[in-house]
């Protein structure tokens, strides 16, 4: 049996995230084959795996800093917020229903017996998990519900390291508070503590470390730096609203409807030195950017009508007619067509809604949620990304609804769908306005194609009468391989990795 | 004889647990009941500062709840502020005047003892005065690293044996394990001066929450007082934060198309950035803290707010390219504006012999107005009652002003500021600290685009603030706003408003009780 150790927080903004990437990264240098692993995520960020399966983005970033593939195991279960108390629920990868909080609960063996068989799928392939808790392991009003810290670090036989953030002080508290409330089963699981975010030298904190040593009993790993200098894809929730470059020339608006899901998709920009990217939620906020995107949407007729309630809706179409560019991924290119279809009510009352009607699609939302990995040809249709057939695009569909072009309309890619490395079926997505400043696509991560995302960027700066952007810059994998090395680096610089491992491998 | 007064204080379990607001909202629910309350934080660190009448610098916090409570601002409130200037100097600022550079981590010992007599004397004479003192604490009162007394927390509870209370924010997790655990960290004499806990920033079913409540209070022993609901849409002045909350970013929600466009540059050391608080409340603007260099002319205001460190964020700002772009939104026309150091930094030269400011003696400034400053070791700090001097550029730019009216606002600054070139001041100073006076202050450009002032808490003048929004909505043929509004009266909306939420999830005669115990 592999073994096992967990990041657990004592808060929601510890740091776990990160540090069980980091920690990924360092057994992958190592030479260890690591996997992560998170029993229950709730994100609207996913991602599709492989084998089809929707996992959540947390553990996709952990795996590739731990240079596996992402497989539906390291996430079994993921829950979908569409509306207040309610949430979609992903049990390995596919859906199963959408659910309030006491139903799920309800389910508490279902879920136990899932997150059990994927931890031993996992231990009998790897040579370590790597697992991350959720929130603090200590809310006793819901110990009973706990599926993610110390259930989750029972089932996988693992120890657990409890992550402090220091940045808003209270730190000791909440250390000593969460070992206390924890049971003695729980406490004696805990082998090792890590301190987070520390401004200025960690050295400056050794007293700090020797107090919260004699007041736990428990060793203290390390003192991590706040580290702002990472740009790794953001996880749950948006950090900012508008991620500036310096001396950006191209500005995008990303619309940020309640429901936005997959939001990482534009994580891509981030990097690129010619672009800033806003994530607009009123129609004041949108001004006159050079590209608005549609996302991706968890609830697509909801978000939908708050585009048309606060005025979004009207303004996109001006800005369209006006020749600004339009890109809809995925639910908002199902906006931009002409009517969204809800007979099976999935989504609510509503069984119809006008889209936005600039492209002449229709969209009818199913119950069959279609989630693969694909390679998509491009067909030539989007005038600033002309490509060889041997060019192919890779991304990913996660949708419940089948769109048609209506009259002859013109598709802009053919997409493989991929199943375990197999063509599974090919099908044909997207299309483009007359004029070819609107277009729209099923396909997630489009953005993360180096020749793609950098054509666009060009056809940007050429519209504005700019010259093309034309530094040779880092790929998006290897700015991320240098994140994730970085990121590795200041975790051996700082935390005893020689204790970690004897904690782990001796446990 | 016994002194009646009560003493009641709040503590936190992290520094943004929700202790300022919640020591507001006191402040305002006894002062409404007729009680003579004050608010008291012995040890402040914070770049956000404020006069008071009597020229002394305190935590602008303070200034806040001692208008929740009705009262002017002293500086027994708000004893000891400690401002930090990076590379760990900092100015302390003790009674209101700055007491010297220090090297702080090295020289904190030296200061024990009259930092300790400073506390002492305040809290004394607030608590002889009056009937209920409210005290804020700092930071977590658990931080058992510490070398030194802990001055903000238990120290000053200490004295005359207050009432705590423990407040702690819901909104991340582990609110229950930082209350526990802070209470453990105390000692058995400080635990039990813990009277209550609160819950703040709670969104969500109360369902799932009351078995944490009980449980709490069975585990503990103290009985949980309140939990406060999520204030989201609050406009009050996000005082106490060390540095810009990010959130800050979300800047001014209420615009429409045709807004005015206001940059204000986040230097590193900014201070007082309080003073655009009144800008947030305005319809039709879109304010934008802008940090790193990129274009500025499609803004329509830019404002150069003080700094702590003005010669070395004055540096910050020609390495990173945006002194040029400040040129060049300058020659095309664009309104500047720079406050105290923003001030500073639009003059010739600024020359610091005494290294008050940092390391760099003397920088060339952006050379936009003509003037030329010099730091001083001592440090001026007023309140002060200013008229528009008779300065034919800038009424152009303020035609709807009326020139003699009299505004008012607060200069703190170790600068002196000469006039060259038969420059014309822009406001003449008639009042300092309640004395009549005959000053200039601030200057302005022949173009009329770009003035500068040491005046802080200068758009809190309604007139003032209008006239300057509603002279750059001509030149852009949008529609003025004839009736603005009255900041002073938003402010004490807020201030109800947030004290009515409390008093509704909170039983104050008990707490008037307990303080009184």
């Known amino acids: 049996m592999a073994d096992a150790v967990m990041i657990q927080g004592t808060a929601s903004d510890a740091g776990k995230s990160i540090l069980a990437a980091a920690l990924c990264r360092v057994l992958a240098q190592d030479g260890y084959r690591a996997a992560p692993f998170k029993s229950q995520n709730m994100s609207l960020n996913s991602y599709i795996t492989d084998a089809g399966r929707e996992i959540a983005v947390a553990q996709v970033v952990q795996a590739e800093a731990a240079e596996v593939k992402a497989e539906v195991n390291m996430s079994p279960i993921l829950m979908k917020p569409i509306a207040d108390n309610m949430s979609q629920i992903i049990l390995k990868g596919e859906v199963f229903k959408n659910m309030k909080a006491a139903a799920y609960f309800a389910e508490k063996e279902r879920l136990l017996k899932i997150i059990k068989e994927a931890v031993s799928e996992l231990k009998a392939n790897y040579d370590l998990l790597v697992l991350e808790g959720g929130g603090n392991p200590a809310e006793v009003n819901l110990r009973d519900k706990d599926l993610v810290n110390m259930k989750a670090a029972e089932i996988a036989a693992a120890p657990v390291i409890l992550v402090a953030d220091i940045d808003k002080g209270g730190v000791f508290a909440s250390i000593v508070g969460t070992l206390d409330l924890l049971t003695e089963n729980e406490r004696k699981r805990v082998k090792g503590i890590i301190v987070n975010k520390f401004r200025g030298e960690p050295e400056a904190f050794k007293s700090g470390v020797e107090l919260i040593e004699k007041q736990t009993g428990k060793k203290v790993l390390g003192v991590m730096p706040y580290l702002d200098k990472l740009n790794l894809p953001s996880e749950d929730s948006l950090q900012q609203q508008i991620y500036s470059n310096q001396d950006y ?42 590209l608005i995107i549609l996302p991706g949407s968890k609830t697509t007729i909801n978000d939908l009508q708050f585009l048309y309630d606060s005025n979004l809706a009207a303004e996109i179409v001006k800005q369209a007619e006006q020749g600004t560019e339009i890109i809809g991924i995925c639910g908002g290119y199902q906006m931009l067509g002409q009517k969204i279809s809800d007979p099976d009510n999935l989504e609510g009352s509503e069984h119809e809604i006008a889209g936005l009607s600039l492209l002449q699609i229709r969209t009818v939302l199913e119950a069959k949620k279609v989630t693969r990995q694909v390679r998509a040809e491009s067909l030539n249709k989007l005038k600033f990304f002309q490509s060889s057939r041997e060019q192919v695009l890779t991304g990913f569909e996660i949708h419940q609804g089948k769109t048609i072009r209506v009259s002859e309309q ?35 991560d489009i953005f993360k194609n180096d020749g793609f995302r950098k054509s666009l960027i060009n056809h940007l700066l050429t519209k504005k009468g700019l010259s093309p952007d034309s530094e040779s810059e880092k790929t998006a994998a290897e700015i991320r391989e240098d994140n994730y090395n970085y990121l590795a680096a200041e975790f051996r610089k700082h935390i005893d990795l020689e204790e970690l491992y004897k904690i782990i491998f001796d446990n | 004889m016994k002194n009646k007064t009560g003493t009641l204080m ?27 309350t004050v608010p008291f934080k012995a040890w402040n660190m914070s770049l956000n500062s404020y006069i008071t009448k009597n020229g002394r610098e305190v935590g602008i916090a ?10 002017e601002v002293e500086v027994d409130m708000q004893p000891i502020l ?30 024990l003892k009259i930092y300790e007599q400073t506390i002492r004397n305040s809290l004394k004479r607030l608590r002889d005065n009056n009937e209920l003192v409210i005290i804020e604490g700092a930071g977590s009162p658990a931080e058992i690293n510490r070398t030194t007394p802990d001055f903000a927390n238990m120290f000053t509870a200490e004295i005359y ?42 969104r969500g079913d109360f369902d799932l929450l009351k078995p944490a409540v009980d449980f709490l209070e069975s585990y503990t022993k103290k009985e949980v007082m309140a939990v406060l609901p999520y204030l989201k849409d609050l406009s009050l002045p996000e005082e106490d934060s060390a540095s810009l909350n990010p959130d800050q970013y979300k800047f001014n929600k209420d615009n429409n198309k045709n ?13 007082n950035f309080t003073d655009f608080n009144s800008l947030k409340l305005e319809k039709g603007l879109r304010v934008e803290y802008i940090e790193n260099s990129r274009n500025l002319l499609d803004f329509d205001l830019i404002i150069i707010p003080g700094s702590k460190a003005t010669t070395g964020d004055l540096k910050f700002l020609k390495e990173n390219g945006l002194a040029a772009e400040i040129k060049k939104a300058d020659q095309a026309g664009i309104m500047i504006i720079g406050i105290c150091g923003g001030f500073q930094m639009l003059g010739r030269k600024l020359i610091d012999s005494y290294g008050t400011e940092g390391n760099i003696r003397e920088i060339n400034g952006l050379a936009l107005l003509d003037i030329k400053t010099e730091f001083l070791k001592e440090k001026t700090t007023h309140q002060v009652k200013v008229k528009l001097n008779s300065n034919q550029q800038l009424k152009n730019g303020l035609s709807e002003f009326n020139s003699q009216e009299i505004m008012t606002g607060y200069e703190i600054h170790m ?12 406001f003449k100073i008639i009042e300092q600290s309640d004395r009549e006076a005959d000053f200039k202050d601030g200057a302005v450009n022949q173009a009329g685009n770009c003035f500068g002032t040491y005046l802080h808490g200068l758009f809190d003048n309604d007139n003032f603030r209008s006239a300057i929004l509603n002279n750059l909505r001509n030149k852009h043929s949008i529609e003025t706003d004839k009736n603005g509004y009255n900041y002073q009266k938003e402010i004490e909306k807020n201030i109800d408003q947030l004290a009515d939420m409390v008093a509704e999830n909170i039983d104050t005669d008990k707490l008037l009780n307990l303080s009184r115990r």
Request: aromatic share 8%; charged share 25%; proline share 3%.
């Open chain 2, 62 to 71: 303070q200034a806040l709840q001692a208008r929740a409570a009705f009262r």
């Open chain 2, 10 to 36: 709040i503590q936190g379990t992290a520094s943004d647990a929700g202790k300022s607001l919640f020591a507001t909202a006191l402040c305002r629910i006894f002062a409404r009941k007729g009680i003579k």
């Open chain 2, 259 to 271: 807004s005015l466009r206001i940059a204000v540059i986040n230097l590193p050391h900014i201070s």
């Open chain 1, 249 to 290: 020339k191209i500005d995008i608006a990303v619309i940020a409807y309640p429901g936005m899901s997959n939001f990482t998709d534009f994580d891509y920009f981030k990097t690129e030195k010619v672009v800033q990217i806003r994530y607009v939620q009123k129609e004041a906020e949108l001004k006159e950017p050079d």
């Open chain 2, 161 to 202: 044996n207050s009432p705590v209370l423990l407040i702690s924010s819901i909104e991340k997790g582990g609110c229950l394990a930082s209350l526990v655990g802070t209470l453990k960290l105390l000692s058995p004499g400080q635990r039990k001066l813990v009277k209550g806990l609160i819950i703040n920033k709670f």
């Open chain 1, 410 to 444: 013109q598709p802009l890619f053919k997409l493989k769908r991929q199943k375990s490395g197999e063509v599974e079926k090919i099908v044909f997505d997207g299309t483009v306005n007359e004029s070819g400043n609107v277009w729209g696509t099923y396909l997630h």
């Open chain 2, 415 to 426: 600068g002196q500021t000469e006039y060259l070139n038969q420059t014309e001041e822009l």
């Open chain 2, 82 to 111: 400690v401002k930090a200037m990076g590379d760990g100097q900092c100015q302390i600022v003790i009674n209101g005047q700055v007491d010297q550079n220090i090297n702080y981590q090295k020289r904190k010992k030296d200061y």
